[in-house]
């Protein structure tokens, strides 16, 4: 069973007392606001080969209320067994879950059935992510691949930039830009995916 607690002396609300720790944060208006920090514990279970773990329904009333929004994704943030983590809570089976993998909790796969301290709250931050300057300037010097790229899904550019955003030397850059150009022409694989002109 979950088990709710608080991190700090308790502040009376109009809804049932809720574990929080007040954040002093800035939205998209520039304007201050107060978020939440929700804390729990609970075991960790799988589904298929994923872990993950229930928020307790109040707290996810509460992130709800925090976002503005009960559907589609919402962006959280907060720790793991004291580990930070950037995370996205999704429904998915009629469920809402957020999902651990290894950056939160290390080897979380056997650590199935684990009692774990979760802090969540919604997280407002801006998570645009850039293309790395170097596949910029790749599709700027290969018009083909560039109109490709601009008809391809959303969620396909979205991959394809986070994906090479987040390498970490030059030389991989470098490696994966290529691939990725190649992709887009229908060379060669890149991300798990035939080369998407093989599709049409």
Request: net charge positive; glycine share 4%; charged share 25%.
């Amino acid at each position: 069973m979950d088990q709710l607690f608080f991190d700090k002396p308790v502040v009376e609300k109009a809804m049932p007392v809720m574990p929080y720790i007040e954040l002093a944060c800035i939205n998209n208006h520039q304007q201050p606001i107060r978020l939440t920090m929700y804390v729990f514990e609970t075991q960790l279970e799988i589904i298929g080969i994923n872990p993950f773990v229930f928020v307790p329904v109040a707290i996810l009333d509460s992130l709800f209320r925090d976002a503005r929004k009960d559907k589609g994704k919402i962006p959280v943030s907060g720790t793991v067994n004291g580990k930070s983590y950037t995370q996205t809570l999704v429904r998915y089976s009629g469920e809402w879950r957020l999902y651990i993998n290894n950056l939160m909790l290390p080897d979380a796969k056997k650590k199935i059935g684990e009692q774990i301290k979760v802090k969540i709250r919604f997280d407002n931050t801006d998570r645009t992510i850039h293309p790395h300057p170097q596949l910029v300037q790749a599709l700027n010097k290969n018009k083909k691949a560039k109109e490709v790229f601009e008809t391809i899904p959303p969620s396909l550019q979205k991959e394809i930039v986070r994906y090479i955003s987040f390498l970490k030397t030059e030389a991989s850059v470098t490696e994966n830009v290529n691939k990725a150009i190649g992709f887009l022409l229908g060379k060669n694989r890149f991300i798990g995916r035939d080369g998407w002109q093989r599709k049409a």
